[in-house]
Nanobody, 127 residues
Framework: QVQLVESGGGLVQPGASLRLSCGAS????????VAWFRQAPGKEREFVSA????????YHADSVKGRFTISRDNAKNTVYLSMNSLNPADTAVYYC????????????????????WGQGTQVTISS
């Protein structure tokens, strides 16, 4: 059974950094591309970043480009989201999700193509 488990969220001040982790089990990790999404209260879930199964291709939403970096360590079955220069607009529950192939989706922002989802981790930016 495929499982994705996020961790690393918390409460930080504006300008701080956080690194989220998405641990996976139940499948050959490098076979699946993975993405991060986030959902703020009262808002729709939105795409943040995606990475191919090999880690060779990545894509970031414009809202986080230059501040967030997605990476993966296939030996550890983990995908990371390194977040810098955080601001209150980044406050949300962050979810990782996987598609059942190793290729970066052509339109990674479309939620329906992601078969597996984690339970989410809360990130709060506040002074």
């Amino acid at each position: 059974q495929v499982q994705l488990v996020e961790s690393g969220g918390g409460l930080v001040q504006p300008g701080a950094s956080l690194r989220l982790s998405c641990g996976a089990s139940g499948y050959t990790f490098s076979n699946y591309a993975v993405a991060w999404f986030r959902q703020a209260p009262g808002k729709e879930r939105e795409f943040v970043s995606a990475i191919s199964g090999s880690g060779g291709s990545t894509y970031h939403a414009d809202s986080v480009k230059g501040r967030f970096t997605i990476s993966r360590d296939n030996a550890k079955n983990t995908v990371y989201l390194s977040m810098n220069s955080l601001n209150p607009a980044d406050t949300a529950v962050y979810y990782c999700a996987a598609v059942t192939n190793p290729y970066l989706p052509t339109s990674p922002e479309h939620l329906v193509q992601y078969r597996y989802w984690g339970q989410g981790t809360q990130v709060t930016i506040s002074s």
